[in-house]
């Protein structure tokens, strides 16, 4: 991970050695809305290993405290800052193809987020640069919020939850549900609760999912789907698992500019 001078109160994630590959963008919005760019370096570095440009919000050297979401009450009552997730994806637009980032290929643009992360995420799911969604350990807190905004998602968008004891669960739940026919989806739990594994050395499941999502949803790689389509993530740790029209994905396979190994 590095910092870039133009690119304030971010961290910028990718492969050691990126050259002779495009690499897709995770715009990464932290769980907490924790102005911390290595909240969650392990996964960040896991999925970014394989193939991969993020930029995490906040610093290295950041403020970890944000305006966590609450058990209850709504989503727009509590403190986000979603434009810091936006800055990221503007300034790769401005910067992808040039210097030191010509390996970056923004016509691939996913957000993600976690936990407080994930309302972020939320308000910045419908800008036109961003292809896909990825939703972690999160929802919208009220009902009437999530058949306001999920109801209206027409982008692929996949949960990743902590099954029953995290405390967004329902919350999820009730966002896939409300999605409209047609958006591709799907909901896994892992059944470790809210933190997930986060935090375990290379992130544990939620980087194998993570990663295999990244691959399918941005890098093209069919056979990553079968995590997702497959029963794979049951295999991987995963408790259960549903999806929804992923038949209607079309992903073809991102340029390579020459061979390449992961680090």
Not at 15 to 44: E, R
């Amino acid at each position: 991970y590095f910092e870039d001078s133009t690119l304030s109160n971010h961290t910028i994630y990718q492969p050691k050695d990126p050259s002779g590959l495009k690499l897709p963008v995770i715009a990464w919005a932290n769980g907490g809305c924790a102005n911390q760019g290595l909240s969650h370096q392990s996964f960040l570095t896991e999925v970014t290993s394989y193939g991969a440009f993020a930029i995490a919000v906040g610093p290295v050297k950041g403020n970890p405290g944000g305006g966590g979401p609450p058990p209850s009450g709504n989503s727009s009552s509590i403190p986000i800052f979603p434009e810091r997730q936006k800055a990221a994806i503007d300034w790769v637009v401005k910067n992808a193809g040039k210097g030191n980032y010509t390996h970056v290929d923004t016509s691939r643009i996913a957000v993600w987020g976690m936990s407080c992360g994930g309302i972020e995420t939320y308000v910045n799911w419908a800008d036109e640069r961003v292809s896909s969604i990825g939703i972690f350990n999160s929802g919208q807190l009220a009902a009437n919020e999530s058949i306001a905004i999920a109801s209206k998602i027409n982008k692929p968008i996949f949960y990743f939850m902590g099954g029953p004891t995290d405390i967004a669960y329902e919350n999820g739940e009730r966002d896939y549900a409300n999605l409209p026919g047609g958006t591709p989806a799907w909901l896994g739990n892992d059944g470790l609760g809210h933190g997930g594994s986060f935090g375990k050395p290379n992130a544990g499941p939620i980087a194998i999912a993570g990663v295999h999502f990244m691959q399918w949803l941005l890098r093209g790689n069919a056979s990553a789907g079968a995590f997702f389509t497959n029963g794979d993530a049951l295999k991987s740790g995963y408790t259960d698992n549903k999806s929804k029209d992923l038949d209607k994905l079309n992903i073809t396979s991102i340029q390579r500019l020459s061979h390449w190994v992961r680090n």
